[in-house]
């Protein structure tokens, strides 16, 4: 079934935490709700920022293309796990996403950007 999303309403969590409920409208007007489990609702956060950059660059017909948000703040706090840290970046309206960062990362992070985009520095995993 494929059903086409015309509005946004309203979301809630259940008490338990759970499951979250998002209330849409479609093309005709029609209230309906999309319900999943948090592990669902994290599956698809991860899923959409990829799905983007694909959908634009397709669009543009270019590969450099990046969907990018306004950084609002950056934290960096100690996590439960001594050799690493918790970074969290929030846009401006108030959007936000945490990574647990190696302290090795965080170091090659922080060298990436001091040197800024004069560098082609590239952090990735191991």
Do not use: W
Not at 12 to 23: A, K, M, Q
Not at 28 to 36: E, N, R
Not at 70 to 81: F, H, I, K, P, R
């Amino acid at each position: 079934m494929k059903i086409g999303v015309h509005t946004f309403s309203t979301y809630s969590v259940d008490t338990e935490g759970g499951t979250i409920s998002l209330d849409l409208f479609d093309e005709t007007d029609q209230k309906f709700t999309l319900q999943m489990s948090v592990e669902q609702v994290g599956m698809l956060v991860m899923t959409l920022p990829n799905l983007i950059e694909v959908a634009l660059r397709r669009r543009f017909r270019d590969s450099t293309f990046r969907y990018t948000y306004a950084t609002g703040a950056c934290t960096v706090e100690q996590a439960s796990d001594p050799n690493a840290l918790i970074m969290t970046m929030k846009t401006t309206d108030g959007f936000g996403i945490s990574f647990a960062v190696s302290r090795e990362r965080a170091r090659q992070l922080s060298e990436a950007l001091s040197l800024g985009a004069e560098s082609r520095l590239t952090v990735t995993a191991h």
